[in-house]
């Protein structure tokens, strides 16, 4: 991920602006399994405290 990141820096310049999408397109899988699995990470959390 990062090595694909790392193209978008070229001897002419930054492409910022798809280098701010293509991060942000790569986060959303991870939030996308967390929104899914919120409930059993927060019991995690809970059940860990308790002990």
């Not at 492409?15 to 899988?29: I, K, R, S, V």
């Amino acid at each position: 991920m990062q090595i694909g990141l790392r193209s978008l820096i070229t001897e002419a310049g930054t492409d910022y602006g798809a280098m701010m999408a293509a991060a942000g397109a790569l986060c959303l899988p991870i939030l996308a399994v967390y929104l899914i699995l919120q409930r059993q990470v927060v019991n995690a959390f809970v059940r860990s405290g308790l002990r």
